[in-house]
């Protein structure tokens, strides 16, 4: 008999193929994240080891879907277009002086987001607190093309970039506005050049400040060994005032989907503090000991009209590894 664990990794990593077995989890204000299988020890001393492979010739496929869950009970599921992660190997030295390693994410977005330029998202808080509130609920995301009267900007406005390139803590949403995984619009593929800088427990992503300027250390992925509840702050970029943090849920579990079964993984949450604290947005990514992300999953509300909510979600899963 396989475990409940298991089960619920399988729900995750096949959500396109079995969207009513997801369901059960997905919904959860508090996702679906199950306590895994302990170990004594980590899978590696050096936290670097659960992000991509720093040597040339991998290929990461990710496949990406989308749940609507409609007020009626049923189940919208979308499954937008695969992105792709490449690593292109050693590329020189950080100016901390770690090793750089950079690597290419291929991904599609709508025709009118091409260019990366960053663009508005709302939220607005609705009456009650999460225990009084008749959806549960203290708040949601705005519906694209939607404008209501209190509605509030976000206030770092996202890019329209992948998930690996995605510096604030909405991924999802984002992914799923942009790329609008009903497949029926007009789309362009973009593809990101970033560099990481890895060394023992840590690991940063820089990125080229517009085309031609230095490149310039972003991002935190990981800062320090894992250990339950850590935490770090995500958007180095925005010190003295970030935006978003890292918090380990389980620092070590095991994991299976579709490109096998992972005896060391890490779970970390993704919070940003601007919506965190209304109860309509999660994000969790869970990293493999030796061959880095495996699967993502976040869930939020949308509104259209201030008051009434539809939960949605969405799942990245590794379906493909190759080197060449």
């Not at 475990?3 to 990794?9: A, E, G, K, M, N």
């Not at 749940?67 to 992660?85: E, K």
């Amino acid at each position: 008999m396989k475990s409940p664990t298991i089960l619920w990794l399988k729900r995750v990593a096949f959500a396109a193929m079995a969207a009513t077995a997801l369901s059960a989890c997905a919904v959860s204000p508090e996702g679906p994240a199950g306590p895994g299988a302990s170990h004594g020890t980590l899978g590696s001393s050096n936290m670097s080891d659960y992000y991509y492979h720093k040597d040339a010739g991998w290929t990461y496929v990710y496949q990406n879907v989308e749940n609507i869950y409609n007020n009626d009970g049923t189940t919208t599921t979308l499954t937008g277009a695969n992105d792709t992660v490449r690593t292109l190997g050693f590329d020189g030295l950080a100016s901390n002086g770690d090793s750089l390693f950079r690597y290419q994410v291929t991904y599609r977005v709508l025709s009118k987001y091409a260019g990366r330029q960053p663009f508005d998202i709302y939220y607005v808080g609705l009456s009650g607190n999460t225990s009084s509130s008749s959806n549960g609920s203290n708040g949601a995301f705005v519906a694209d093309g939607v404008s209501l009267n209190n509605m509030t900007p976000m206030q770092k406005r996202p890019r329209p970039v992948s998930t690996d390139t995605i510096l604030a803590g909405i991924a999802g949403l984002i992914r799923t506005r942009v790329d609008d995984f009903s497949n029926v619009g007009s789309y362009v593929w973009q593809v990101d050049t970033l560099w990481c800088s890895s060394h023992a427990d840590s690991v940063f992503i820089w990125e080229h400040a517009g085309l031609t300027g230095p490149i310039i250390k972003e991002r935190c992925i990981f800062t320090q060994n894992f250990s339950q509840n850590s935490t770090w702050t995500y958007d180095v970029i925005n010190n003295p005032n970030p935006t978003t943090s890292c918090v380990v849920v389980t620092p070590n579990q095991s994991m299976t989907c579709s490109t096998g079964t992972y005896p060391y993984v890490v779970d970390i949450r993704i919070k940003t503090s601007e919506v965190d604290d209304k109860n309509f947005n999660r994000e969790y990514k869970w990293y493999a000991c030796g061959v880095g992300p495996v699967v993502q999953y976040d869930w939020w509300k949308i509104t259209s009209d201030g008051s009434n909510t539809i939960q949605q979600d969405f799942t990245r899963s590794l379906i493909s590894l190759t080197h060449n």
